[in-house]
C-alpha cells in the first residue's frame, strides 16, 4: 500500500500506509494524554470520525473534550443513543425523525400516538444508560441509497426513506450502535463511553420538517456533558432561570398581566409594574435631555400612503395589521415610529445649523407575530420601542455613533449590565445606497467603536438593506445573552421621503438617518430586568421600596404616622398594619421582594425610630425616621447615577 502524510495544523507530519484511521495516525502525532481527548477531527475542511481510514494526504485539526466542538459531537451522538433506547423500548409504535445537536443540548423527533410522560423519560434514560455501558462503537457503514432505502421501509421508518429520497445521491452513509442503525453523516464520538453524563429535558409538539401541514412529532429535549459536575452545573442553572423566569415573577409581584378577553401579547400592566415602568421612563428621559436629545410624542395610525412612501407595505406588511377605513381613507396602525419623527422634520425647513438633531420617543407600536411565537414580556404584539432618530451631516456621523454608544452603554451600566457582545453587521448583497455611502457610514461605524474601546465582531453581510448597523447582546447574571440594543444608519428613508437641509454652501443636501433603540423595548427590556434581578430589583427603580410592619396593634397608630412622612418624602412606601404575627408579614413582604421592612414595636414607637430588615434577611441597626430617608435618598442617587428628588 502507498504511503502518505499525515499533519497537525502546526507542522508534526507522520508517515503512514494509506487507509490508516484517523485515530491512530493522531496516536502517534499526539501524547498519549492529548489523544484520549479527541473525539473527532477536522480532516482539511471536513469533520470526520476517529475511525475514518485516510487514503491521502491529510491536515487533522483534532476535536476535543472541553470544546464546543467536541460537545457537539458528544450531544449529537446521545441523540442517536437517545433514538435507539426509545425504538427498544417502543418498538414499532414509534417512527425516528432526525436527531441534530442544538445550542445546550440535542433533540430527537419521533412519531408515536401516545404522548411521552416523565415515567416514559425514566425508561428511556435507564435504558440508554444500558446501552452506553456497553461500551459500543458508532460503526459508519456506506451503502448504496437503493438499498438504504429498501432498508429503512422494511422498518416503517418513513421519514429515513424520505429523506433519503430527497438527498438524491447514490450512496448514503449509516451509523450503527449495537444494531440500531441511523442514517447520518456522521461524526460521532468512537464508542458509547464517552456518553457519560446526559438528561432528558423536556417533549414538545414539532412538525416534520418545520411545515405545519406534515406529521405532529414530539421532539425529546435533551443535554450532554463529558463529565457529570458539567451537566449539574447546568441543570441548576436551568433551575435557577425557571425560578427566575419573568413570567412566574410578574404574576408573584403582581407586575404584568395578560387576559384572554384583551388578546394575545397584549400587555396589561399592574399597578406595581407601571410604577416599574414609570421609573424606567423617567429616568430614560432624564438621561435623553441629558444628553442633548428633545422628546416627540406621535400618534399610534397613520394614512396608509405614509406607509406606502416609506416602503413599509412593500417590505414589512407581513408584521403589519391589517388597514382601517376612515372616512373612506385607508388607515394603518403602526409597526415603527420612524415616518413620524421624519414628518416632524419635514415640518420646517432645516439648516445645517440645527444638525445633529436628536429625537426620542418611548413610541408605541404593533407587529404581527404568531401565535406560537408570543413569549411573556419577550415577544408580544403591541410594544413601546424606547426609538430614537438622530438628522445629521454626513461628516459628524462618527461622532453621533460615539454619542450614541456613550448614552447606551451608560443606560446599561446604570441598570446592572455591563457584559456585552457587540455586532457590526456589513452590506448585505441586496442593499440600496451607493458603495461610497456604505464604506463611509462603515468605517464611522468602526472608529466609534474603536474610540470607545469596545471589542466587536464583524457580521459580514448582515446589516439592514437601507445601512450597516451595530447590535449590542447583553449578558445577564446566568450569562444569558439578550438582543436589546440597534443603531442603524439609513439611506433610504431620507431618500424616498425626499428630505434635506441647507447647508453651509446654501444649497440643499440629503441628512444621515440613524434609528437607535437603546433598551429594545420596554416590555422586553423588563422582561429581561425582571429574569436578571429574580425580581429583587435594585432600590432606585424598586416599585415599593419600604413596607411597614408593625408588631401589635399598640403601634397601628405610629406605623400610619411613619408612612405619612415616608410618602410625604417621596419613597415609595406601603403599609402592612394587620393584627397579623410579624414574622408572617415579614415573610409576605419577602416574597413581594421589597427592599426594606420597617419594624415598628413599642421600643421603636418610644424612641421614634424603625427597626430597619433587608430583604436579603439583615438587619440595621435602629433609626430615625429622617436618618431611613436619607438612606433611601443616597442609594437611589448612587443606583440612577444621580438625585431625582425635587427637596435637593
Ligand atoms: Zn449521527
Ligand atoms: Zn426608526
Same mark, same amino acid.
Given at each position: 500500500m502507498s504511503a502518505i502524510t499525515l499533519s497537525l495544523k502546526d507542522g508534526d507530519a507522520v508517515s503512514v500506509a494509506a487507509g490508516t484511521t484517523v485515530q491512530d495516525a493522531l496516536s502517534q502525532l499526539l501524547s498519549n494524554k492529548q489523544r484520549k481527548r479527541c473525539v473527532a477531527a477536522y480532516a482539511g475542511e471536513t469533520v470526520v470520525d476517529l475511525l475514518t481510514p485516510l487514503t491521502e494526504d491529510t491536515v487533522l485539526t483534532p476535536i476535543q473534550v472541553g470544546t464546543d466542538e467536541g460537545l457537539e459531537v458528544l450531544r449529537h451522538s446521545t441523540a442517536h443513543v437517545m433514538a435507539h433506547a426509545v425504538r427498544d423500548l417502543f418498538g414499532d409504535d414509534v417512527k425516528v425523525a432526525i436527531g441534530p445537536a442544538i445550542a445546550d443540548g440535542f433533540y430527537y423527533d419521533f412519531l408515536r400516538d401516545e404522548p411521552f410522560t416523565p415515567e416514559d423519560f425514566e425508561k428511556i434514560e435507564t435504558r440508554m444508560a444500558e446501552i452506553v455501558a456497553q461500551n459500543l462503537p458508532f460503526e459508519r457503514l456506506e451503502m448504496s441509497s437503493d438499498e438504504a432505502v429498501a432498508a429503512f421501509g422494511d422498518q416503517g421508518e418513513k421519514y429515513k426513506v424520505e429523506l433519503i429520497e430527497d438527498l438524491d445521491v447514490d450512496q448514503v452513509s449509516l451509523y450503527s450502535i449495537g444494531g440500531f442503525r441511523d442514517l447520518c453523516r456522521g461524526p460521532h464520538v468512537p464508542n458509547t463511553s464517552f456518553i457519560k453524563a446526559f438528561k432528558l429535558l423536556r417533549v414538545a409538539g414539532a412538525y416534520w420538517r418545520g411545515d405545519e401541514k406534515n406529521d405532529v412529532l414530539q421532539r425529546i429535549y435533551?443535554?450532554?456533558?463529558?463529565?457529570?459536575?458539567?451537566?449539574?452545573?447546568?441543570?441548576?442553572?436551568?433551575?435557577?432561570?425557571?425560578?427566575?423566569?419573568?413570567?412566574?415573577?410578574?404574576?408573584?409581584?403582581?407586575?404584568?398581566?395578560?387576559?384572554?378577553?384583551?388578546?394575545?401579547?397584549?400587555?396589561?400592566?399592574?399597578?406595581?409594574?407601571?410604577?416599574?415602568?414609570?421609573?424606567?421612563?423617567?429616568?430614560?428621559?432624564?438621561?435623553?435631555?441629558?444628553?442633548?436629545?428633545?422628546?416627540?410624542?406621535?400618534?399610534?395610525?397613520?394614512?396608509?400612503?405614509?406607509?406606502?412612501?416609506?416602503?413599509?407595505?412593500?417590505?414589512?406588511?407581513?408584521?403589519?395589521?391589517?388597514?382601517?377605513?376612515?372616512?373612506?381613507?385607508?388607515?394603518?396602525?403602526?409597526?415603527?415610529?420612524?415616518?413620524?419623527?421624519?414628518?416632524?422634520?419635514?415640518?420646517?425647513?432645516?439648516?445645517?445649523?440645527?444638525?445633529?438633531?436628536?429625537?426620542?420617543?418611548?413610541?408605541?407600536?404593533?407587529?404581527?407575530?404568531?401565535?406560537?411565537?408570543?413569549?411573556?414580556?419577550?415577544?408580544?404584539?403591541?410594544?413601546?420601542?424606547?426609538?430614537?432618530? /438622530?438628522?445629521?451631516?454626513?461628516?459628524?456621523?462618527?461622532?453621533?455613533?460615539?454619542?450614541?454608544?456613550?448614552?447606551?452603554?451608560?443606560?446599561? %451600566?446604570?441598570?446592572?449590565?455591563?457584559?456585552?457582545?457587540?455586532?457590526?453587521?456589513?452590506?448585505?448583497?441586496?442593499?440600496?445606497?451607493?458603495?461610497?455611502?456604505?464604506?463611509?457610514?462603515?468605517?464611522?461605524?468602526?472608529?466609534?467603536?474603536?474610540?470607545?474601546?469596545?471589542?466587536?465582531?464583524?457580521?459580514?453581510?448582515?446589516?439592514?438593506?437601507?445601512?450597516?448597523?451595530?447590535?449590542? %447582546?447583553?449578558?445577564?447574571?446566568?450569562?444569558?445573552?439578550?438582543?436589546?440594543?440597534?443603531?442603524?444608519?439609513?439611506?433610504?428613508?431620507?431618500?424616498?421621503?425626499?428630505?434635506?437641509?441647507?447647508?453651509?454652501?446654501?444649497?440643499?443636501?440629503?441628512? /444621515?438617518?440613524?434609528?437607535?433603540?437603546?433598551?429594545?423595548?420596554?416590555?422586553?427590556?423588563?422582561?429581561?430586568?425582571?429574569?436578571?434581578?429574580?425580581?429583587?430589583?435594585?432600590?432606585?427603580?424598586?416599585?415599593?421600596?419600604?413596607?411597614?410592619?408593625?408588631?401589635?396593634?399598640?403601634?397601628?397608630?405610629?406605623?400610619?404616622?411613619?408612612?405619612?412622612?415616608?410618602?410625604?418624602?417621596?419613597?415609595?412606601?406601603?403599609?402592612?398594619?394587620?393584627?397579623?404575627k410579624l414574622n408572617y408579614k415579614i415573610r409576605e413582604a419577602q416574597v413581594k421582594k421589597i427592599p426594606y421592612m420597617l419594624i415598628v414595636g413599642d421600643k421603636e414607637k418610644e424612641a421614634a425610630t424603625v427597626a430597619v430588615r433587608l430583604r436579603t434577611g439583615k438587619n440595621l441597626p435602629p433609626m430615625s425616621v429622617a436618618d431611613f430617608i436619607e438612606l433611601v435618598k443616597k442609594e437611589v442617587t448612587a443606583g440612577r447615577g444621580y438625585s431625582n428628588f425635587l427637596s435637593d
Open positions: 435533551g443535554t450532554a456533558f463529558f463529565d457529570a459536575k458539567a451537566l449539574k452545573k447546568y441543570l441548576n442553572a436551568l433551575e435557577e432561570a425557571k425560578k427566575r423566569d419573568h413570567r412566574k415573577l410578574g404574576k408573584e409581584l403582581e407586575l404584568f398581566t395578560m387576559e384572554d378577553q384583551i388578546g394575545p401579547g397584549l400587555i396589561l400592566w399592574q399597578p406595581k409594574g407601571a410604577q416599574l415602568r414609570r421609573l424606567i421612563e423617567d429616568y430614560w428621559k432624564d438621561e435623553h435631555y441629558r444628553h442633548g436629545y428633545e422628546l416627540l410624542y406621535t400618534p399610534h395610525i397613520a394614512r396608509q400612503d405614509l406607509w406606502k412612501t416609506s416602503g413599509h407595505l412593500d417590505f414589512y406588511s407581513e408584521n403589519m395589521y391589517s388597514s382601517m377605513d376612515i372616512d373612506d381613507v385607508q388607515y394603518q396602525l403602526k409597526p415603527m415610529n420612524c415616518p413620524f419623527h421624519i414628518g416632524v422634520y419635514k415640518s420646517s425647513k432645516r439648516s445645517y445649523r440645527e444638525f445633529p438633531i436628536r429625537w426620542a420617543e418611548l413610541g408605541t407600536v404593533y407587529r404581527y407575530e404568531r401565535a406560537g411565537a408570543l413569549h411573556g414580556l419577550l415577544r408580544v404584539r403591541g410594544f413601546t420601542q424606547d426609538d430614537a432618530h /438622530i438628522f445629521c451631516r454626513p461628516d459628524q456621523l462618527e461622532e453621533e455613533i460615539f454619542h450614541i454608544l456613550d448614552l447606551n452603554l451608560r443606560i446599561l %451600566k446604570t441598570f446592572g449590565f455591563d457584559s456585552y457582545d457587540i455586532y457590526l453587521s456589513t452590506r448585505p448583497e441586496k442593499s440600496v445606497g451607493t458603495d461610497e455611502n456604505w464604506e463611509a457610514a462603515t468605517t464611522a461605524l468602526k472608529l466609534a467603536l474603536e474610540k470607545k474601546n469596545l471589542d466587536y465582531m464583524i457580521d459580514p453581510g448582515e446589516g439592514v438593506f437601507y445601512g450597516p448597523k451595530i447590535d449590542i %447582546k447583553i449578558k445577564d447574571q446566568l450569562h444569558r445573552s439578550w438582543q436589546c440594543s440597534t443603531i442603524q444608519v439609513d439611506f433610504n428613508l431620507p431618500e424616498r421621503f425626499k428630505m434635506s437641509f441647507v447647508g453651509s454652501d446654501n444649497t440643499e443636501h440629503q441628512p /444621515i438617518m440613524i434609528h437607535r433603540a437603546l433598551m429594545g423595548s420596554l416590555e422586553r427590556f423588563i422582561g429581561v430586568l425582571i429574569e436578571h434581578y429574580a425580581g429583587a430589583f435594585p432600590l432606585w427603580f424598586a416599585p415599593v421600596q419600604a413596607r411597614i410592619l408593625n408588631i401589635t396593634d399598640d403601634q397601628a397608630a405610629y406605623g400610619e404616622a411613619v408612612y405619612e412622612q415616608l410618602r410625604l418624602a417621596g419613597i415609595r412606601v406601603e403599609k402592612d398594619l394587620r393584627n397579623e
